[in-house]
């Protein structure tokens, strides 16, 4: 069973700065090329909503429109780690965010591959909590 646990949430102001952080393990037989990676986040009252995917390689990244120019995505697949960099913050900004596993395989044509679905994820952390404001 994968574990994915998630880390690096807080207060940040408006217009600051927070790298959230996905630790992964227990993969059993797998490895972290074998899995895409997803950000979720869902704030008060709203819907969980997709905010950023990696892919394998790490070559393919997608991002939600409010988040793009603002987030980027990265994956240390020898350290097992999938980061968030969330850069000029808004108070829009403020919810839980969640780490999931998107299983690819061993394929070399799923490489490239990410999806902001929710449905499509077989793995997911319990969520760090993200608040901005001044």
């Known amino acids: 069973q994968l574990q994915i646990v998630e880390s690096g949430g807080g207060l940040a102001e408006p217009g600051g700065s927070l790298r959230l952080s996905c630790a992964v393990s227990g993969f059993a037989g797998f490895g972290l090329d074998q899995f895409a990676f997803t950000w979720f986040r869902q704030a008060p009252g709203k819907e969980r909503e997709g905010v950023s995917c990696i892919s394998i390689s790490g070559g393919r990244t997608m991002f939600a429109d409010s988040v793009t120019g603002r987030f980027t995505i990265s994956r240390d697949n020898t350290k097992n780690m999938v980061y968030l960099q969330m850069n000029s913050l808004t108070p829009e900004d403020t919810a839980v965010y969640y780490c999931?596993?998107?299983?690819?395989?061993?394929?070399?044509?799923?490489?490239?591959?990410?999806?902001?679905?929710?449905?499509?994820?077989?793995?997911w952390g319990r969520g760090t909590q993200v608040t901005v404001s001044a």
């Open positions: 999931a596993a998107d299983f690819r395989g061993p394929y070399d044509n799923v490489r490239e591959v990410c999806t902001l679905r929710e449905d499509r994820m077989d793995y």
